[in-house]
């Protein structure tokens, strides 16, 4: 089974970048559409940006215009970066298809954002 594992994450100041990575231990190339998500504590989980296997993209309200998601279908890796950081951005971040289906979700990064 593919295993998601994300990275990147960390502590930065308002207005800051990061840029994460989800590398999948298979294929992602057959998958539409990949996705990153996240979830703020005490909130659902929500998604983010997602991007087809083609390379559209869509972002959410909160994404748009800070936010740049990418994959590569060669190395397997769908990538977030993040610029103009707010503490609201804090969370935990992953990433899975969209719609979730048979990919397990990986440990997450954790992504805060604080003077």
């Known amino acids: 089974q593919v295993q998601l594992v994300e990275s990147g994450g960390g502590l930065v100041q308002p207005g800051g970048s990061l840029r994460l990575s989800c590398a999948a231990s298979?294929?992602?190339?057959?998958?539409?559409?990949m996705g990153w998500y996240r979830q703020a504590p005490g909130k659902q989980r929500e998604l983010v940006a997602r991007?087809?296997?083609?390379?559209?993209?869509i972002y959410e309200d909160s994404a748009k215009g800070r936010f740049t998601i990418s994959r590569d279908n060669v190395k397997n890796t769908v990538y977030l970066q993040m610029n103009s950081l707010k503490p609201e951005d804090t969370a935990v971040y992953y990433c899975n298809s969209v719609p979730v289906s048979f990919l397990r979700w990986g440990q997450g990064t954790q992504v805060t954002v604080s003077s």
């Open positions: 991007i087809t296997k083609i390379g559209s993209t």
């Open positions: 298979g294929s992602i190339r057959s998958i539409a559409t």
